[in-house]
């Protein structure tokens, strides 16, 4: 059969380029960590206004449906999992209004 050659990988878990997984962000500038508040100001108000968008066009009387014990839970949720995504460099999430009227 011959020799097959294999892909070398890795015996620790990385990330790619050797960047720590975590972002130091005292280690920023003041008035960079200023300048990062207006964005994140504005993309806490989106996420939160797509958030009710979608739960009340959801919820809406025609769909009959009746509120869980769990109700407020997705956006605690949500606010979670942007933090830690924040902290960590990865992509966003949203609601996504368009598959949860079609779900």
């Keep these: ?3 097959i ?7 620790t ?3 790619g380029l050797g960047r720590p997984l975590l972002i130091d962000v005292l280690a920023l500038p003041t008035r960079f960590r200023a300048l990062a508040l207006l964005p994140a100001l504005f993309l806490a108000t989106l996420f939160f206004l797509d958030q009710n968008i979608t739960v009340r066009t959801v919820n809406s009387p025609e769909n009959k449906l009746r509120k869980g014990p769990a109700y407020h839970l997705d956006l605690l949720a949500l606010s979670l ?6 902290v960590t460099g990865l992509p966003w999430m949203c609601s996504a209004t368009v598959e949860s009227l079609n779900h």
């Design 81 to 86: 999992l942007t933090g830690a995504t924040s």
């Design 13 to 15: 878990f990385a990330v």
């Design 1 to 3: 059969l011959g020799e």
């Design 5 to 11: 050659s294999r892909l070398p990988i890795s015996s």
